[in-house]
């Protein structure tokens, strides 16, 4: 198709997608900041509490907002997505391992 | 690649020109996000690394970060909004929201670079420690993909206004909302661990 | 002599450091004027910049890689022999301390960075698309772009010898030694810079092959289809892509550090030098996974090509290539256990290290498998594949020695190390490119290199090689560190030493004949007329060499791997040729002149950072905004190839039926 000529529009669903991930993430981060700024709990589980909003939070962003889901063929975007976020959490949390000698690192 | 069904896929991925772009940029997101990986790596190894300079809890200023946290989301909803105006095919609607999402962007930066002229003014500039060298870079990183983002989504507006939604402009309108929809991905994780956790952690 | 010309000449010239500076540069001078003259006296810059300068297409960009690494292999061996001929005897002074560390720095950066990545990127391009029939890579623009990234940030770091100054930290550059308290100046700068710029065309080239393969193969190219030099490019791109974005991390926190006066590795306000030694092995070890694994997938195509038997077990081939790629990228800190982690970090590290060499196993029984039985032929590219096989045989086997931390606390930075990654590096990866390169080189090209000529430098080469580094292994068994410029005649190291430097002027002469087999197969080397030169069995050899512009007339519809060998078994190879009613209108990539320009601005912003001179620096990032502003607005990416003269250049090939 020619690529400048103007394309035809969807019939799709309201914006009901958009603002219940808008809601989502807002409810998410207020229990988050309110969490820790109040020191609600102690640090080990607050931290792990923190984290675990955060993950949601990706997931409102990737399926409300990002349409991971959609696109031509094999979804392998999400495959490398998902390889992605595991050398990530790897080198960031390897790092803080492996330098965890002398006064390197607090955890 | 038209089948009969293209009509009913989203604009920007009927033509397989334009889907393997949008392929291409979610593969540059993967290396984006290892390139954060390894700043926040290197922030959660330096963190305590103050050098009796300022701290986490000395700079962090709570209702800074909330609103700019506030300004990010916000920006990151109306950009979904615009990718949804672009796929019901309405060029004003989609270069308003556009327009909304950028001026929700330049409000975070201005927050930003206010938090970081205060830091500065107190003596917490970049070379006082590695603490705040690591701090500065993460999120000074965040912040310089945020004013490219800006530039790039300004010309994005732009080629639509010039040129209505085409195949080309409606893979350009989505690839620039994923891209800021990541940056907010990034934002999520910059507010927990470094923001928050700096508070808890005291 | 006016005394700023003389600062100058010290300065940045380096004109008082002796007369390898003053032949460098006289060298320089003349090749830099014989191309110019050249160019001029043939009146072919106009040509140089349509056919080169501003291509897209996936085959010349191919080209370009393959001459850069080659001249690049040629300075990295020049430095290896510099090396060698200091140390051949003990206290010798033929090169300083200093010109010792410059010499061995430059000889590890361009090896790595501007020898083999080059070199593998070469076959990336000249290969792959063919082999997948698709007619151009996903992004033939951002390709071209890869490349003159690549180009000018190489050219940066090769400046630094005649110009500025070296890098002289090794070509891992630690800190604290590379920080600005204990090397200021420009020669770190270079090294930053230069590869840095370079890296940033590395990763796009990933993302680039990543989709083209997942993305643009043939009708009926199942994955499980796909020839295995594919595969091994699709495993490599998703290492590349992952790697070096830690590169980007740990060079760009340095330049912070000797620029901008942050204390990210420094010693003092906190810093921490271990994380960059951390944060450079992220992507460290990943990278010679990333070079190794094409050199495999040229194993395996050229083993099964030259057996004339497909290859044994293709599925654990594949299986193990993504294994490989995953696990690599857990392994990183053994090449710190001597650091200081704890005992549990180096344990997990050490057992981690060792299983990687599993799935490489598995590789190379099924290569000896795929030859049990085969009728062989004893070409150039199989004789570099065989002679892999013991090679790396050893190296690994040495791997797994020094993965075991304990043992690893003897032989760390000992010449035990720098001859395994020497075998593995050369035994492995550049006898896999140059099998590669032998291989498709009459696809480049349209001929052969000359066998005769080829088998006096493999021999040569191969002898040199094992005469080269198998002293090195005792030598470091006897305690000689690395790096050393000179050593002392009563620790009983002279022998070792004077045979090893036996062994490099021996690869020299080997490397010699590869070029002179070049320039004179170029004349008289066999001409490829089929297109088909060594009776191939993947798509690339079922078109005419050289590929036409557009690689495919037609794109073919594959039923079964190793496609255009079972046709050919089956007396169909005219399936794939030409008919006339099947020839459509075809979007061919336009070629730009804003690569090579981007790729201008780069070098001109990494100069200011060289040498502080910001607002050069300023200059060109300026350049760079502008060219991606250009490319932003820019809608015209593609130009029309009509079917009619595709048609006449099928004709004139003698394609059509």
């Known amino acids: 198709m020619n690529r400048m000529s103007r394309v035809e529009p969807i019939h799709q669903g309201g914006l009901a997608k958009y603002i219940i991930g808008y809601g989502l993430s807002l409810v998410f981060t207020a229990i988050a900041f309110w969490l820790a700024l109040g020191h609600a709990m102690s640090v080990r589980p607050l931290i792990i509490v923190l984290f675990v909003l955060a993950a949601l939070q990706i997931g409102v ?47 | 690649m038209a089948s009969v069904t293209s009509h009913l896929r989203t604009p920007e991925y009927r033509s397989a020109y334009q889907a393997l772009k949008i392929t291409g940029f979610w593969v540059f997101l993967a290396t984006d996000m290892l390139l954060f990986g390894c700043l926040f790596a290197t922030y959660l190894v330096l963190r305590t690394h103050t050098d009796g300079g300022p701290t986490a809890t000395q700079i962090f200023d709570v209702p800074g970060f909330t609103l700019e946290t506030f300004f990010l989301l916000t920006s990151s909803f109306t950009g979904g909004i615009a990718t949804w105006a672009m796929r019901s095919g309405r060029t004003k609607l989609t270069v308003s929201w556009m327009l909304v999402t950028m001026l929700f962007g330049v409000a975070f930066l201005l927050l930003e670079a206010t938090e970081f002229a205060h830091d500065v003014m107190i003596g917490a500039t970049i070379g006082r420690s590695a603490f705040l060298s690591a701090f500065f870079t993460l999120v000074g ?62 | 002599m006016p005394i700023w010309f003389r600062d100058f000449a010290d300065h940045y010239l380096m004109w008082n450091e002796g007369y390898l500076i003053w032949i460098s540069d006289i060298l320089i001078l003349l090749v830099s004027l014989g191309i110019v003259f050249t160019l001029t006296y043939l009146k072919k810059w106009k040509w140089l910049w349509k056919e080169w300068l501003t291509t897209v297409d996936h085959k010349k960009i191919g080209i370009m890689y393959l001459i850069c690494a080659l001249l690049m292999f040629f300075r990295g061996g020049v430095d290896a022999l510099l090396l060698r001929t200091q140390l051949a005897l003990p206290g010798e002074h033929f090169l300083s301390a200093e010109h010792y560390d410059q010499i061995f720095t430059t000889h590890g950066t361009i090896m790595i960075l501007f020898m083999a990545m080059p070199f593998m990127f070469a076959l990336f391009n000249v290969a792959v698309p063919l082999q997948i029939g698709a007619r151009d890579v996903a992004f033939p623009y951002l390709n071209a772009l890869s490349f003159w990234l690549f180009f000018f940030g190489a050219l940066l770091f090769n400046l630094s010898f005649v110009f500025g100054g070296s890098p002289d930290a090794g070509w891992t550059s630690y800190p604290p030694l590379t920080e600005n308290a204990f090397d200021p100046g420009p020669g770190e700068n270079f090294y930053l810079l230069g590869i840095q710029i370079s890296g940033i065309g590395s990763i796009a080239t990933g993302i680039n092959f990543l989709v083209t393969i997942l993305k643009m193969r043939a009708p009926g190219m199942t994955l499980m289809k796909m020839p295995l030099f594919s595969w091994s490019v699709l495993a490599s791109c998703i290492i590349i892509i992952f790697a070096f974005p830690a590169l980007a991390v740990a060079l760009g926190l340095l330049m912070m550090d000797r620029l901008f006066g942050t204390h990210f590795f420094t010693m003092y306000h906190g810093g921490d030098p271990m994380m960059f030694v951390n944060l450079f092995w992220v992507w460290g070890h990943p990278e010679v996974y990333i070079v190794v694994l094409p050199a495999y997938g040229v194993y395996s195509e050229v083993i099964a090509t030259f057996a004339r038997k497909r290859i044994f077990g293709y599925t654990s081939m594949v299986i193990s290539l993504m294994l490989i790629a995953v696990i690599s990228y857990f392994v990183w800190a053994h090449h710190f256990f001597t650091m200081g982690a704890g005992a549990d970090v180096n344990t997990f590290f050490a057992i981690a290290t060792m299983a990687v060499g599993i799935p490489t196993g598995v590789k190379a029984f099924n290569w000896l498998f795929t030859m049990f039985r085969g009728r062989i032929q004893f070409k150039l590219p199989m004789l570099w594949a065989l002679a892999a096989i013991p090679a790396f045989a050893i190296g690994g086997a040495t791997g797994v020695m020094l993965a075991t931390a304990p043992g690893d606390y003897q032989y760390h930075n000992s010449y035990f190390l720098v001859a395994h990654f020497h075998q593995m590096l050369i035994g492995a990866v550049v006898f896999g490119y140059l099998a590669g390169m032998y291989y498709w080189w009459p696809k480049m090209f349209g001929f052969k290199l000359d066998e005769r000529l080829g088998k006096i430098a493999f021999w040569l080469f191969n002898i040199g090689f094992y005469v080269c580094f198998m002293p090195m292994y005792f030598l470091g068994l006897n305690g000689m560190q690395r790096r050393m410029y000179t050593y002392p005649s009563d620790m009983g190291w002279g022998t070792l030493n004077f045979v090893a430097t036996i062994g490099a002027y021996l690869m020299g002469l080997g490397f010699l004949f590869i070029v002179a087999q070049i320039l004179y197969s170029i004349r008289h080397g066999e001409r490829d007329i089929t297109g088909d030169a060594w009776d191939g069995r993947t798509l690339e050899w079922s078109i005419p060499s050289p590929a036409p512009a557009y690689n495919f007339a037609v794109i073919p519809t594959i039923h079964d791997r190793d496609a255009w060998w079972e046709l ?22 336009k070629p730009s002149g804003r690569p090579f320009l981007a790729g201008v601005s780069f070098f001109i912003a990494g100069m200011g950072f060289v040498f502080e001179w910001r607002w050069l620096a300023v200059l060109g990032l300026l350049g760079v905004v502008a060219c991606l502003i250009s490319r932003a607005l820019d809608d015209e990416e593609e130009y029309e190839m009509k079917a009619n003269d595709i048609i006449d250049t099928e004709a004139k090939l003698g394609r059509l039926i």
């Open chain 1, 61 to 107: 962003q990737l399926f409300f907002f990002m349409h991971v889901t959609e696109g031509d063929g094999p979804p392998y975007h999400a495959a490398l997505l998902l390889l992605g976020m595991i050398f990530t959490f790897a080198v960031a949390l390897m790092s803080m391992w492996i330098m965890a000698f002398g006064t390197n690192v607090s955890y």
């Open chain 3, 568 to 589: 050919k078994q089956r007396g169909e190879a005219d399936a794939y040729k030409t008919r006339r009613e099947d020839v459509r209108d075809i979007h061919m990539p």
């Open chain 2, 141 to 202: 990183t965040h912040g310089s993909h945020v004013s490219i983002g800006l530039v790039w989504m300004f010309l994005t507006m732009l080629q639509v206004l010039k040129r209505g939604i085409t195949p080309q402009t409606a893979r350009k309108v989505f690839v620039v909302n994923l891209y800021w929809h990541f940056l907010d991905v990034v934002w999520v994780f910059i507010f927990t661990v470094v923001y928050l956790s700096g508070v808890v952690l005291s």
